[in-house]
């Protein structure tokens, strides 16, 4: 067995029993583009073998999609894909897990109207309504992965030979997902305790506010009554615990919609909708986005916030250390589940549900009275820097240095 086929197995294993913790007998949904079907298939042989009843997988393809977005009538981008939306409803509902592994070009839909990436969004979107409802309330086990494509190997490494790209992107992900460690699954073990570990003190903190400091950066965040900050794992409607996301650094909650004021100014380039943003900021009045700017990919970023009402707003404050591995490693990944996991970051648009205590079981309305935000759109965008201070404040009056240059203070 080669060094690689060994660091795919391990891959595969840790998104069976790591990421979405599959159990015996269980339905597994399998979403993935064609680029990664070395990996997807992996993961559907692992998942019989550790005992799976059934295996669906749905493939997604970049060129297919690319024609799409050139050539369909504009009205093909106004329709709801409900038929798939209720097929997947179906699954989750009888108990199926979700695993996603993308590979995606960041620059696949470069030169496409705006119009047609955002009606694009909004009918996908709205036809999941449901679904993302489930997906943020943690009702199921869901993982996301990915696996390299041409394309994205060649953004991330423009400069290394043609031949080389996509070897240089395995090795990459394999060490940010640690499968290239001696003993993988306690390795993530290990992770998982020191996530869990930061979480718990925020929580027993249980600040009223978070305030920003660096570099283009003054921007005060209120922290709605009862907040959760989580990390790592989350349990799902059956008391499974999984991982949603392969690599994970981040501890996260959600914001008071209402209660955000001041400018960020982003740290890393957002790749959205095939599309790069760049250099951008945003100045928020009473938690609403009273004023922006971007020196890359405005229109793309005008579509983003301009969703609905909802997009307006804050859905997420994370909190990840700049000495990260993902950081470390020095590259820019051009995807949000890496780069996301290199740098503290905030989103755009809905509130993960779990993220005040008792949310999964509370209705939109319910939610929107805790002072969570909903909207179709949830958009995480990069914040951290080195020379990033974030402080603490009591519902007293006291603060305390949460982060200080770019790192963790406590």
Known sequence: MTDFQTKLNNYADIILRIGVHLQQGQTLIVNADLDAADLARLVVKRAYELGAARV????????ATRHHFDLAPDAAFLEEPKWSAAEKMELVESGAASVTIKSSDPDLLRGVAKERIVN????????????????????????????????????????????????????????????????????????????????????????????????????SIELPEGHVWLGGRKTNDQGIAFVPNLPTEEV????????????????????????????FSFTFENGRIADWSAEQG????????????????LGEVALVPFDSPISNSNLLFYKTIFDENASCHLAIGSAYAACVEGGGKLSREELKARGLNNSLAHTDFMVGSKDLTIRGIAKDGAEELVFKDGNWAI
């Open 120 to 219: 694009a969004e909004k009918a996908a979107r709205g036809a999941n309504t449901k679904y993302r409802e489930y997906v943020q309330a943690f009702r199921f086990s869901w993982c996301l992965a990915t696996a390299p494509s041409e394309g994205w190997a060649a953004k991330v490494f423009p400069d290394a030979p043609k031949e080389e790209q996509v070897s240089l992107l395995w090795d990459a992900i394999f060490r940010m997902v640690r499968a290239d460690q001696p003993d993988p699954i306690a390795a993530w073990e290990h992770h998982l305790a020191e996530l869990k570990r930061r979480a718990d003190y925020l929580n027993a903190k249980a600040y009223k506010m978070l305030h920003y400091t660096s570099e283009g950066t003054d921007l």
């Open 252 to 279: 996260y909650t959600a914001p008071l919609a209402n209660g955000v004021n001041g400018t960020v100014r982003s740290k890393k380039p957002l790749s959205y909708g095939g599309n790069i943003i760049d250099n």
């Open 56 to 63: 669906k997988v749905f493939w997604t393809d970049d060129i």
């Open 298 to 313: 405005a229109e793309t970023l005008q579509g983003l916030i301009e969703m609905d009402e909802g997009s307006h707003y």
